[in-house]
């Protein structure tokens, strides 16, 4: 298993680091899915839907990780980042919120409605975490799993082979999460990293099963991509030289970019 080492100084941060420090992982990784989606099933996308999902996650993200810094309790390098350069960070976030607003009023009425809606739980999430006990008993990592699918496939119609499509991407997000908990805490007792290259592997397999029966779907490639996604998290997990715990956590949100390939042959 790989073994994080202390985190790398500041002049020493690669672009791959960046990209993770600044919370631009999780938003790439939301608008390619997204991209993909709309891209395997023909279906027109307006430039600001993906727009308003990148200043969205970027929002969140970056609240969660200034909150985090703020209760000072395990601090990863992604913490210590927003808290050294918080200021940049709000004044970025203040001037992201009336752009979000904007993109988000030119949206159709329906898309609209269903983000509000995903909204509502989330908040209530967002302050369970933040603001009582909870935070410590709370499945995080399958939460997040949650929402993020949900976000990426609302502007598909909701179809079975959709909500397939979706719950392997959940089921990947929370994997992710797993990992990076596993690599971050190599005594932990969870259960989920303890077994992650098992539930790796099994995702995998579902995922080239399952879309072929009983007869192939145009989200059967996102599938796919999502299994290439689980194997790309097992692989990194099975490096044996030692790697520093940024590097890990910016290459495990990388992994989950398969679906470019697809927007790149279109």
């Keep these: 298993m790989a073994v994080a080492l202390p985190t790398l100084p500041a002049h020493r941060y690669s672009v791959l680091h960046r990209w993770h420090l600044l919370s631009l992982d999780a938003p790439t990784v939301a608008v390619v899915w997204t991209l993909a989606a709309a891209h395997i099933t023909h279906h027109t996308l307006s430039w600001y839907v993906p727009a308003a999902m990148f200043l969205a996650v970027w929002l969140v993200y970056v609240a969660d990780r200034l909150l985090d810094y703020k209760q000072g309790e395990e601090l990863e390098a992604r913490h210590r980042f927003h808290g050294r350069f918080r200021k940049q960070f709000l004044v970025a976030a203040f001037a992201a919120i009336p752009a979000l607003l904007v993109l988000m009023l030119k949206m159709p009425s329906h898309a609209l409605l269903a983000y509000t809606l995903l909204c509502l739980p989330l908040g209530l999430y967002f302050a369970v975490i933040h603001k009582t006990r909870l935070r410590y008993k709370a499945p995080k990592e ?32 929370w994997l992710n999460c797993v990992a990076i908990l596993r690599w971050e805490n190599p005594g932990t007792a969870d259960w989920s990293a303890r077994n992650f290259p098992a539930l790796a592997v099994a995702l995998a397999a579902l995922c080239v099963v399952t879309p072929f029966t009983p007869a192939p779907h145009p989200f059967a490639v996102l599938n796919l991509c999502t299994a290439s996604s689980a194997l790309l998290l097992l692989a990194i997990d099975r490096i044996q030289r030692p790697i520093s715990a940024v590097t890990l956590r910016a290459a495990a949100d990388a992994a989950l970019l398969t679906p470019v390939i697809l927007l790149l042959l279109r």
């Design 142 to 173: 399958a939460v997040v799993g949650v929402f993020f699918a949900a976000a990426v496939f609302l502007p598909e119609v909701l179809t079975p082979r959709v909500a397939i499509a979706t719950t392997f991407f959940a089921l990947l997000c």
